[in-house]
């Protein structure tokens, strides 16, 4: 493994227990607002969707290093496990609590630990014996709440159920259908499959950009309004990453992949001439995105490995996109990242190393 990969998963170990925490000050102002104002206050979300991303990258890592005998990757491997380990158990200590749909992201890791266990009876630095009941009371915990999560009437989530607006995000497909599909799988039970299915399948009918053929952030089924922008480029790797994530048997495959490589084919026409992606697909001129680039990526190289896609001309996208990413590589960080979301229409032009493209990443074949 050389020594760019060896660092992204150094700055990822690091930042899987750190990310989004509240120091001393963040505290005391929850406490005021919520005891003294009595306001609602976000909760402390300890497996929020920017460290899920952390988990899911590191887990790749983890797969593809296990398999050496490479000391200095095994020395990794260790990192790893011991990284995924304490990340769950702060986790469990708090017993488990799911506040939304975006932790399902991190339990796709969790059920994909206790999957390998449940196969291989084999412990490692995450899961024993001792500890395997923890696991799949998480990962029960988990599929409870999305499976008693209220949706409209075509079965979709909306992003914030509480807000009581309706408003289906497509950030939930690349969320929490990939945890579900898993689910379904690994444990027999298609609705879960079904679910995972359905919410993409709803996107594509009720989402997209009938001119582009690109999808907007979201809409709301009721008035038949579509939201946020076209093509933002996030969108775009959330819904790509839902897809590819629930093409994994026959169940999804046979369903998604028409309009996987019909998206593929119209999203990577919006590639730039530097090889990376645009936050806004088609702000061809404006600030690259790393986060939109490597989802996209992550997908593109999915489906070549899965020959979904086959001709050359995706393996060049593919590797003119890797090279850009490679560039915004440094001391352990990947740079050049939109900053966080804040909803519809509210995309700061903030750019810097965030979670959410170090974790995409490190599933990739840089």
């Not at 399902?104 to 009941?133: P, R, W």
């Not at 009918?205 to 809409?219: R, S, V």
């Amino acid at each position: 493994m050389d020594t760019m990969k060896m660092e992204l998963i150094g700055t990822a170990c690091e930042e899987l227990l750190s990310y989004g925490l509240w120091g001393f000050k963040t505290k005391v102002k929850m406490f005021i607002k919520k005891h003294i104002l009595r306001r609602q206050v976000a909760a402390d979300d300890l497996i929020f969707w920017p460290t899920g991303l952390l988990a899911s990258g590191l887990w790749h890592c983890r797969k593809k290093l296990i398999r050496s005998g490479n000391e200095e990757e095994k020395q990794l491997v260790d990192r790893i496990e011991t990284a995924l380990s304490a990340y769950f158990t702060r986790w469990e200590k708090r017993n488990c609590p799911v506040f939304y749909l975006d932790d399902l992201l991190a339990g796709e890791v969790f059920l994909a630990i206790l999957e390998e266990y449940q196969s291989s009876c084999q412990e490692n630095g995450m899961i024993s014996e001792k500890n395997v009941g923890k696991y799949r009371k998480a990962v029960d915990k988990l599929a409870e709440f999305a499976f008693s999560y209220p949706a409209d009437a075509t079965g979709s989530f909306p992003y914030r159920a509480a807000q009581k607006n309706g408003h289906v995000y497509v950030d939930t497909v690349g969320l929490s259908c990939p945890f579900l599909y898993e689910y379904g799988r690994v444990y027999g039970k298609d609705e879960g499959m079904e679910l995972a299915v359905s919410q993409i399948a709803n996107f594509l009918a009720y989402g997209i950009d009938t001119t582009t053929e690109l999808p907007y952030h979201g809409y709301e089924l009721e008035s038949g309004m579509k939201y946020g922008i076209i093509g933002w480029g996030r969108a775009v790797g959330w819904l790509l990453r839902g897809m590819t994530r629930c093409m994994t048997a026959v169940y999804g495959l046979d369903r998604l992949q028409e309009s996987y490589c019909r998206l593929m084919d119209v999203v990577i026409a919006w590639q730039r001439k530097d090889g990376y992606f645009s936050w806004q697909l088609q702000a061809m001129e404006g600030p690259a995105d790393t986060s939109a680039t490597a989802m996209i990526c992550l997908a593109l190289q999915e489906g070549i490995r899965t020959r979904m896609l086959q001709g050359e001309a995706y393996q060049i996208v593919l590797d003119k996109g890797l090279h850009a990413l490679r560039k915004s590589v440094k001391n352990g960080r990947v740079y050049d990242c939109l900053g966080e979301c804040e909803g519809f229409s509210q995309y700061p032009q903030n750019y810097g190393a965030y979670p959410w493209a170090l974790g995409v990443m490190l599933m990739l074949e840089i």
